[in-house]
């Protein structure tokens, strides 16, 4: 599982039972972090650290890539698959794309990308990328996770500790993502952190 957006050296102590924590960076996100600050709360991370850009330019994303050197990029823009290949070819770390739910072609775009990036991340499509808060259709994302299977599906949009035991049932990901769902006024809840990765683990096993 994923905790996404840490802004705070304790958002990462909170997080330590998740396997990658994210950083967020170029990006309009509130989370959003300076290179330099975030390379300096990755630099007390001990769980798998990524890197999420909304930057749609490969040149822009490679520069992340190596500034942070993080175990995976996250292109959380809707790169093409010819794009996404340049990318993982100047990265020395993971690379994982975006598939957005809700435009009807979710399903062609998550297997066009999954022959190029290590795991593909499903989010709720809305007015900006990520960030939304809301879940989507689970039915759709079930169906592309059991069509990608065994590569990694990531499942994100509005998961909270009280939906992620049934999103797990009815998608099986490879991993759970969330940001929004465990703060409390934008930012994030240590306790609320913990109960989301204890209920995430318990229904994955």
Known sequence: MKICG?????????AEGADYVGFVVESD??????????????SICDV????????????GLAKVARTLEPEALQAHAPLSAKDLRVLADECQCEVWAL????????????EELSRVADAVVLDTRG???GGTGRPHDWTLSAIISEKLRPHPVVLAGGLSPS???????????????VSSGVEVEGR??????????????????
Do not use: Q
Not at 32 to 39: D, E
Not at 49 to 56: D, E, P, T
Not at 188 to 205: M, Q, T
């Open 6 to 14: 840490v802004t705070r050296p304790e958002d990462i102590e909170a």
């Open 29 to 42: 996100s509130p989370r959003a972090l300076p290179l330099s600050k975030a390379r300096d709360l990755m």
């Open 48 to 59: 798998g650290r990524v890197a999420v850009s909304a930057l749609a330019d490969v040149p």
């Open 99 to 110: 598939v957005l739910i809700g435009d009807g072609r979710e399903l062609p775009r998550a």
């Open 127 to 129: 007015e900006r990328l």
């Open 163 to 177: 939906n992620v035991k049934e999103a797990i049932a009815k998608v099986r990901p490879w991993a759970v993502d």
């Open 188 to 205: 994030k809840d240590a306790d609320l952190v913990k109960r989301f990765i204890g209920i995430a683990r318990e229904a994955a096993e």
